[in-house]
């Protein structure tokens, strides 16, 4: 199974900008896609953004279009989410999975089958 690890959290004022990485251990992300999401204190765990690891292909959740952007490093076998334009209501903590299914981007949290630990995001006003 693959190991997920993720960094890059932190506090920063609203506007600025943070990156998001998501290391795998254990194995390759091939054949997997990866997705981010997100859990705010008291909701539900959302799904943010996500990427086929083979063809590249991205999706984004509505309330982060336009402004996070997600990418992975082959050689590195890492996934970024870069965030711009943060604000206060993107404060959570994110989370890195895998799904084993890769030939489309899933956005249910259900199905994802591994994941990281999480890194906490801070955004003040």
């Known amino acids: 199974q693959v190991q997920l690890v993720e960094s890059g959290g932190g506090l920063v004022q609203a506007g600025g900008s943070l990156r998001l990485s998501c290391a795998a251990s254990?194995?390759?992300?091939?054949?997997?896609?990866i997705g981010w999401f997100r859990q705010a204190p008291g909701k539900e765990r959302e799904f943010v953004a996500g990427?086929?690891?083979?063809?590249?292909?991205?999706a984004y959740g509505d309330s982060v279009k336009g402004r996070f952007t997600i990418s992975r490093d082959t050689a590195k076998n890492t996934v970024y989410l870069q965030m711009n334009s943060l604000k206060p209501e993107d404060t959570a903590v994110y989370y890195c999975?895998?799904?084993?299914?890769?030939?489309?981007?899933?956005?249910?949290?259900?199905?994802?089958?591994?994941w990281g630990q999480g890194t906490q995001v801070t955004v003040s006003s």
């Open positions: 990427i086929r690891w083979s063809g590249g292909n991205t």
């Open positions: 254990g194995r390759s992300f091939s054949s997997y896609t």
């Open positions: 999975a895998a799904d084993r299914v890769d030939f489309v981007v899933r956005t249910l949290t259900a199905v994802y089958d591994y």
